[in-house]
């Protein structure tokens, strides 16, 4: 079945520093990705899309790379503040209107 | 625009009670989803819908129903609540189509005792 793996563990980091958030999948050929952030007590909102035939995707403090070949994206947060404490979570397409969602992993940036 | 809203935010329910969730867009999507959120099993799809009148099965629908009698509204059912569906219920839209991205409410959380 498909399976996505993002790391459970929480991810500490100190502010100024770049976040590397990972998400791996098997059992599947997605024809995009994309990635959410959630606060605490609120919905997902939509970050970033990434297409399979795309290596890198970029949106301000942002990026996004896609290895179709590793089956794994990395999300980068560059220059990280508190304000970007949440959890991230990736999505991969399951079918042309349903996608799959990883169980996310929480990011902490302290000053 | 309002985007997606949830009604109602939180309830507690006794085993065996039934209750209706409630999920209105205001942006004229043709999809919609709802969602159960688990500590450490991610967002799973239990039913949506992509178009006014009609349903379908997600991935674990067994104990829920839903309707969609107006584009713009989805409701999920309860007919008789165990404790397994205590869980937080997010409800979500899209356009629909390839590479469309979902718009997500905020969620209601659910306590059946």
């Known amino acids: 079945s498909q399976k996505i793996e993002q790391n459970s563990e929480a991810l500490n980091i100190q502010e100024g520093k770049t976040a590397t958030l990972t998400c791996n999948y098997t059992?599947?050929?997605?024809?995009?990705l994309q990635w959410y952030r959630q606060d605490p007590g609120r919905g997902p909102v939509f970050l970033l899309l990434?297409?399979?035939?795309?290596k890198e995707k970029r949106k301000e403090r942002l990026k996004v790379t896609f290895d179709t070949t590793l089956k794994q994206s990395l999300f980068h947060i560059t220059a990280s503040q508190p304000a970007d404490s949440a959890t991230y979570l990736c999505a991969l397409d399951r079918s042309t209107d349903k996608l799959i969602f990883g169980t996310g992993t929480r990011l902490q940036v302290f000053p | 625009n309002a985007g997606v809203t949830q009604t109602p935010k939180f309830r507690v329910l006794k085993t065996g009670q039934s209750m209706t969730l409630l999920c209105a867009q205001d942006m004229n999507h043709e999809y919609m989803y709802w969602y159960r959120q688990d500590p450490g099993m991610g967002l799973r799809l239990i039913h949506y819908s992509v178009g006014e009148g009609t349903t379908a099965k997600g991935e674990v629908p067994d104990g829920y129903n839903v309707s969609r009698l107006k584009k713009q509204n989805f409701l999920l059912g309860l007919e008789s609540a165990a404790p397994s569906q205590t869980s937080v219920y997010f409800c979500?839209?899209?356009?629909?189509?390839?590479?469309?991205?979902?718009?997500f409410g905020p969620g209601t959380r659910l306590l059946v005792l």
């Open positions: 059992n599947y050929s997605p024809a995009y």
């Open positions: 979500a839209s899209s356009q629909g189509g390839t590479e469309e991205t979902q718009y």
């Open positions: 990434i297409r399979e035939n795309e």
